[in-house]
Each structure stands twice: as structure tokens, then as C-alpha cells.
């Protein structure tokens, strides 16, 4: 699997978007790019992924560059709510263990 | 729907005990993950099960061993507890194991004293 890199952390202001970056330069054509994020205490949460184009869901947008070494989930309008650490994973979906393997991700500060 | 459940929440042994932790997956869901988190650090894989069957294990010692029920429920059970054992467990269930959108359970909080 593609390794990642994610700066450690970053602040947003409440209201603004939140732009996380993700490298991802060995990234394979078939492997997707997956995002979660942890909030304190809890387990991971789903929040989108992609392939080649850009995705959104009710929760953010993922904008992944054409020639797929890098990749930013964007927050529209972050709360303090969305506090958390971020994780971007890439990943190829195979049968057999589809394991995610996490980073140490970046964690997102929505400051009042 | 009811979502991943674990079971303690919480749990305290000593070095060399054996513990046992319990994990109930979403309905409907027939692939269940576990991961370890160690504090400070993102979650490592330690193996899934699909239908019943081991079917991928991390870098484990064979101490970490696990089960699948026939109702997709999961235990995962450690041997000779170690000091580093101490961490977050968590249990993840997904449709199918080539779906890897996986809903995760809050976790159990391990301290092995």
C-alpha cells in the first residue's frame, strides 16, 4: 500500500473551511484514497473516498490531483464539532483483508 | 440500525493474565477488523475475519487470537498479557471484505499493569 504524509497538525477558524492535505506519490492506479477521522475517545469515523475524480458527500469534499500524488478533503464550514485527527488512507480494494493502515494523521483544531 | 457495540469499555489486568474482548458488527455486516491504538498513535491492524474465517492478519504475535460467531459477532482474545499491551481495541464491521468503508465501535480501553 501507498504511504501517506499529512502534516501533523492545523488549526481553522470556526466557520471557514478546513483544507487538509495528503500526499500520497507512490499511490498505485488502483488504489483509492480513503479519509477518517478519530474524534477524542472515539473510534474512526468514515468520512469519503475516491479513485481518480472528486467526490462529495454530505460531510466534506475530496479534490484529488490529476496526476494523483496528492489530495485535499476539504471542511466547507467547520465546527467545533469537527475537531479531530484526520486520516488520509490509500488503498486498493481486493478481495481478501482489506485492512486500513492508518498514519498518525493530522489533527484538525477548530478554533473558536 | 444499531451500530458496532464493544464490550467493557473499560478493563484493568495485570502482566500475564489472559483477557477476552467482545465486539457486536453492524447489522447486516459480515466482515469484522480489529486494531490496536497505542496512545499518540493512529490504529494497526491485527487481523479480520469473514465469515467465520481468519482472513488477513497484521504483525501480531500468535497471543492475539480471535473469533467469529455465526452471527458475525467477534471476541478477541490475548494471552500473557504484556505492559504494551496497554491500549485502545478497537472492532471495525464492513459489508463485505472487499468493502473498505468500515464503521468503527468506540473501543475498548486496556491497562495491564
Known amino acids: 500500500d501507498a504511504k501517506t504524509t499529512q502534516p501533523p497538525s492545523m488549526d481553522c477558524a470556526e466557520g471557514r473551511a478546513a483544507n487538509l492535505p495528503c500526499n500520497h506519490s507512490?499511490?498505485?492506479?488502483?488504489?483509492?484514497v480513503y479519509w477518517y477521522r478519530q474524534i477524542h475517545s472515539q473510534g474512526p469515523q468514515y468520512i469519503i473516498h475516491g479513485l481518480k475524480n472528486n467526490e462529495t458527500n454530505e460531510m466534506a469534499s475530496l479534490i484529488i490531483t490529476e496526476d494523483r500524488k496528492s489530495s485535499t478533503l476539504i471542511l466547507p464550514h467547520a465546527t467545533l464539532r469537527d475537531t479531530a485527527v484526520y486520516y488520509c488512507i490509500v488503498r486498493v480494494s481486493q478481495t481478501g483483508a482489506n485492512n486500513l493502515f492508518f498514519g498518525t494523521g493530522t489533527r484538525l483544531t477548530v478554533i473558536p | 440500525e444499531t451500530g458496532v457495540t464493544q464490550s467493557p469499555t473499560h478493563l484493568i489486568k495485570t502482566r500475564g493474565q489472559q483477557v477476552t474482548l467482545r465486539c457486536s458488527s453492524q447489522s447486516g455486516h459480515n466482515t469484522v477488523s480489529w486494531y490496536q491504538q497505542a496512545l499518540g498513535q493512529g490504529p494497526q491492524f491485527i487481523f479480520q475475519?469473514?465469515?467465520?474465517?481468519?482472513?488477513g492478519r497484521g504483525n501480531f504475535p500468535p497471543r492475539f487470537s480471535g473469533l467469529q460467531f455465526p452471527n458475525y459477532s467477534s471476541e478477541l482474545n490475548v494471552n500473557a498479557l504484556e505492559l504494551d499491551d496497554s491500549a485502545l481495541y478497537l472492532c471495525a464491521s464492513s459489508l463485505s471484505s472487499s468493502y473498505n468503508e468500515q464503521f468503527f465501535g468506540p473501543g475498548t480501553r486496556l491497562t495491564v499493569l
Open positions: 475475519y469473514y465469515r467465520e474465517e481468519e482472513n
Open positions: 507512490t499511490i498505485s492506479g488502483n488504489e483509492y
